[in-house]
């Protein structure tokens, strides 16, 4: 559920700054999201198949989540272009996915 709040105060800080400004600090920003999406991703599947130690791990990505969203608050009078907005919803939309329980 943290990393949910996270997410979505992720998503909407970053939609507030779409079209605000050239390529600029968010594209290491960005990348940095998307290495985390991807250590939260494994942590999950490790999780979903009775690894419990991978609880534990995902837990501590809570600080790093929180340290994003203070860079893209940072980061507000640069701004984020349409390509960037993008990039950043579709690795939003992989974690989204990986995050929600399969429906019956």
Known sequence: MTHRVLFV???IAASLFVGCGKANEFDGVITEYEKLVDQTIALQTRITA???AAATELAALAP???ELFTKLSGAQASGMTAEQ???FGEIS???QEAMTPPQP
Do not use: I, V
């Open 9 to 11: 105060s992720m998503l």
């Open 64 to 66: 790093k989540y929180q």
């Open 93 to 95: 939309k992989r974690y």
């Open 50 to 52: 009775g690894e419990q």
């Open 85 to 87: 907005a993008k990039r």
